[in-house]
């Protein structure tokens, strides 16, 4: 089994930035990929963008390119998501998610943790 647990979540002022953390434990995660989701009120669970732990490579949905950014620290277990720049259209509960393999889809990760809000305002 792997627990994660999301931190670093607030409100912040559109144009300014946030630093959301994933920490891992249970298990190591040194073949997992993990992803970062975000729901916001009324819509579908989204993905954000994913890193391979192994090689460490990144992707994002095309929203949030060039401005988030996804990176790791071996040391900690865990999984970072700065995010610059923030519009209120980020604004929405973030989740990250581990699987061995991982995707797009929520539907492809096994592990979720119990999410953080973001809340950008205008």
């Known amino acids: 089994q792997v627990q994660l647990v999301e931190s670093g979540g607030g409100l912040v002022q559109a144009g300014g930035s946030l630093r959301l953390a994933c920490a891992a434990s249970g298990r190591t995660i040194t073949n997992y990929a993990v992803g970062w989701f975000r729901q916001a009120p009324g819509k579908e669970r989204e993905f954000v963008g994913a890193?391979?732990?192994?090689?460490?490579?990144?992707r994002y949905t095309n929203s949030v390119k060039g401005r988030f950014i996804i990176s790791r620290d071996d040391a900690k277990n865990t999984v970072y998501l700065q995010m610059d720049s923030l519009k209120p259209e980020d604004t929405a509960v973030y989740y990250c998610?581990?699987?061995?393999?991982?995707?797009?889809?929520?539907?492809?990760?096994?592990?979720w943790g119990q999410g953080t809000q973001v809340t950008v305002s205008s």
């Open positions: 890193i391979r732990w192994s090689g460490g490579s990144t």
């Open positions: 998610a581990a699987d061995l393999v991982g995707g797009e889809g929520a539907d492809e990760y096994d592990y």
